[in-house]
């Protein structure tokens, strides 16, 4: 375990000397922050109000019948949630039973112009005749597209950085020509390949679970989760000593890298868009089947004999792929 940990810790160190670490590391949590910072233009849809806590229980109940309502403390803090990116409108009681509504000014379509008509009707409780059908209606969906489909994606190419985090430290070594001197070292083949493939498959697992913490994806089973990470994280191990083996210059390395992406496309949107009669012509990828327990887990409908499977498929197919290069591996680390 001491060598393990030593070759882990001369990663690290050669890592963070060129930054090489951090970005990766950083990678998945910055395309998150992204994803988060764009969903609440995506996902207003509908009436959004924001009352102030001690609003008037007949205001707030009324609009909580056609609304998705919520509460701050104060004037400051309703202006500060009016002005974000999504549309929102603040209502505030005057005189008389007169409402105010605060827009940002921005807002999609003519939403405020319902909003007024639901208030007049509220202050002068009389039946007033609606320019609009008002209907609030789903199909089951209560997140976004874009936060369960980007979500999914970055936890898929959060295991192809992981596997170039690996192949980049065994250039490294190649540059350095110090995998030949680890053959008459003390070290194992074996304490090699767990000690270089370390840092990668920590930030696969860590990497994910980072993007799912930050999307706020609410109470998903982290046990199935877990699971499915770990089958995934191998995937990493895998691109990273097949590819890296194999190059003796990063340039070169991370042009090859880019090959990975195309497995990881077509499993996305095959899985998306193909019919259900043609998604058998996928079943040769594991991020495939990653994309199917990832997306089940977030959605909160994906049970153990689903999540088993896939990750067991997963293993296979990575070992299947280990055992067809492994002649190519083990020369390239010689």
């Known amino acids: 375990m001491k060598k393990i940990l030593a070759i882990v810790r001369r990663d690290v160190k050669s890592g963070t000397r060129d930054w090489l670490i951090l970005y990766l590391s950083i990678a998945p949590i910055l395309f998150a922050l992204v994803i988060k910072a764009l969903i609440p233009g995506v996902e207003s849809s509908t009436l959004n109000v924001v009352l102030l806590e001690d609003v008037d229980?007949?205001?707030?109940?009324?609009?909580?019948?056609?609304?998705?309502?919520?509460?701050?403390?104060?004037?400051?803090?309703?202006?500060?949630?009016v002005l974000r990116m999504d549309d929102i409108?603040?209502?505030?009681?005057?005189?008389?039973?007169?409402?105010?509504?605060?827009?940002?000014?921005?807002?999609?379509?003519?939403?405020?112009e319902v909003l007024s008509m639901l208030l007049d009707q509220l202050a002068y409780e009389e039946p007033v005749e609606m320019p609009v059908d008002v209907?609030?209606?789903?199909?089951?969906?209560?997140?976004?597209?874009?936060?369960?489909?980007?979500?999914n994606m970055i936890i898929l190419f959060t295991t192809v950085l992981g596997g170039m985090l690996i192949l980049l430290n065994l250039v490294e070594e190649k540059m350095s020509n110090t995998i030949s001197a680890v053959n008459v070292s003390p070290v194992t083949r074996v304490e090699f390949v767990i000690g270089k493939g370390m840092l990668g498959f920590l930030l696969a697992l860590l990497g994910s679970l980072a993007v799912v913490w930050i999307l706020n994806f609410g109470?998903?089973?982290?046990d199935m989760l877990l699971v499915s990470l770990i089958s995934i994280a191998f995937i990493s191990v895998i691109i990273g000593f097949s590819i890296g083996v194999v190059?003796?210059?990063?340039?070169?390395?991370?042009?090859?890298?880019?090959?990975?992406?195309?497995?990881?496309?077509a499993s996305v949107f095959g899985a998306m868009y193909l019919p259900d009669k043609w998604q058998f012509v996928l079943y040769w990828s594991p991020f495939y089947w990653a994309y199917d327990s990832i997306r089940d887990i977030l959605l909160q409908t994906a049970d153990w004999p689903q999540v088993l499977r896939n990750s067991l498929?997963?293993?296979?197919?990575?070992?299947?792929?280990?055992?067809?290069?492994?002649?190519?591996?083990?020369?390239?680390l010689r």
């Open 219 to 222: 109470a998903i089973r982290y």
């Open 57 to 81: 229980k007949e205001l707030s109940g009324y609009v909580e019948n056609y609304a998705e309502v919520e509460y701050v403390d104060s004037m400051e803090a309703m202006e500060e949630r």
């Open 313 to 332: 498929l997963i293993l296979v197919l990575t070992s299947l792929v280990f055992l067809a290069l492994r002649k190519r591996i083990s020369q390239g």
């Open 247 to 265: 190059h003796n210059e990063p340039i070169a390395a991370i042009a090859s890298m880019k090959v990975t992406f195309v497995p990881v496309l």
């Open 135 to 151: 209907r609030f209606s789903d199909v089951g969906w209560e997140m976004s597209p874009l936060k369960l489909y980007g979500g």
């Open 89 to 112: 409108y603040g209502v505030t009681e005057g005189e008389s039973e007169v409402y105010r509504i605060i827009r940002q000014g921005n807002e999609v379509g003519d939403t405020h």
